[in-house]
């Protein structure tokens, strides 16, 4: 499984740019759809292949948005040891995980966040940077000038909606110049920039959705649509009556529906504006309604969450597989705890969260007919 990881990303590459790497995407795409059906009548074909790392370098923030509890009550005050992330990043490349996305809490307030860049970068590792980006421009040069080739940005609305989920007056301002100035240094052909937005009750709204992908335009970035979370262990939760705020019910679904059709027309207005599909745009409205209730096989066999104090899972939620802190990410992967994992969160044996629905919808056959055309509603 591992020689397989390098193999696909050594023929991707040699690829690129080729007459055949269209006709050997969509062959593998069609792979992994079979795949995926055989597996819901036989779970033995399910192996975990890690291709990602979600590395959360530190529980700490400098905002305090309101669904997360980041640097709180989760994980509070904990950060990754260069040591330890270094022997992580080493063992990534032997084991042939291609990306390392490196995230928090907030990332650029890990003083070794450059050392982490540098070596990733020094392998030839894919790798990205998810932060909220108000200490971009102040980070960015000597991110670069490390490695960095790419960021996506947290985006929870538009500017009084922004400053009261961040519970900070005058932050969305303070983005909105961190991005310009990063912009104006690093082009959007040597820096691309993503806009990871999240979907909630104060950012579903018509007009807001519509400005938030002016607000992409305006600083060459591409959206892609975040839902607000029910299961992960570091978001509130949504049976708490005072948190209502964050998250829709059946009554919602008409402005969700009209959400996702304004994101679909502009899809199909600038396809590269989105990154997610069609099919997963119309999946939405479902998803945030009937949350949990969505039974649609799991891919997080294809990751791995890393927390700020070294724990290691194989999802965001659960799946604990061990410490950095007591063995090296090597001795961790690929025994028959790590394959169990794999089957069962193929199988829903766990919270069952909306992480990686675009990708779910797209592989699972039923949900590829429901969400092929119209709403599923």
């Known amino acids: 499984m591992v020689n397989s990881n390098r193999i696909e990303r050594q023929v991707k590459k040699a690829l690129r740019g080729s007459p055949l790497y269209a006709p050997v995407k969509l062959l593998k795409e069609q792979m992994r759809i079979a795949h995926f059906s055989l597996a819901q009548v036989t779970d033995k074909v399910v192996r975990p292949a890690p291709h990602e790392v979600f590395l959360s370098l530190t529980a700490n923030c400098n905002l305090r948005c309101g669904a997360c509890s980041y640097g709180r009550d989760f994980m509070p005050s904990h950060q990754l040891p260069w040591e330890v992330g270094a022997k992580l990043i080493d063992d990534c490349k032997e084991l042939g995980i291609g990306t390392i996305r490196l995230y928090g809490g907030e990332p650029l307030l890990h003083r070794d966040l450059d050392k982490y860049v540098e070596r990733i970068a020094h392998h030839g590792l894919n790798m990205y940077v998810t932060t909220n980006g108000l200490l971009l421009d102040k980070k960015i040069d000597r991110l670069v000038e490390a490695g960095l080739k790419r960021v996506s940005i947290g985006f929870y609305g538009l500017e009084e909606d922004y400053d009261a989920y961040v519970q900070r007056p005058g932050a969305f301002e303070a983005l909105s110049r961190s991005l310009a100035a990063t912009r104006s240094r690093h082009g959007a052909d040597t820096l691309p920039m993503g806009l990871d937005w999240l979907l909630m009750r104060s950012t579903g709204r018509p ?99 890393i927390g700020p104090d070294g724990t290691v899972q194989m999802c965001f939620v659960t799946f604990k597989l061990g410490s950095l802190h007591e063995h090296r990410l090597s001795e961790l992967l690929f025994n028959e705890r790590h394959r169990s994992f794999a089957r069962h969160a193929f199988n829903l044996k766990c919270p069952n969260c909306n992480c990686g629905y675009d990708k779910r919808v797209n592989l699972h056959r039923p949900s590829r007919t429901a969400y092929a055309t119209g709403m599923n509603g």
Request: charged share 30%; aromatic share 10%.
């Open 207 to 305: 007009d807001s959705v519509r400005r938030t992908l002016q607000f992409a335009r305006d600083h060459e970035m591409q959206v892609y649509i975040n839902l607000i979370h029910y299961s992960l262990p570091y978001f509130v939760r949504p049976e708490h009556e005072s948190e209502q705020r964050f998250w829709f019910e059946e009554e919602d679904r008409p402005i969700l529906e009209e959400v996702a059709s304004i994101l679909l027309e502009e899809k199909q207005r600038d396809p590269g504006l989105i990154r997610n599909t069609e099919r997963g745009i119309r999946s939405i409205p479902d998803w945030l309604i009937r949350k949990s209730a969505m039974r649609l096989p799991c891919t997080s066999h294809d990751m791995l969450w």
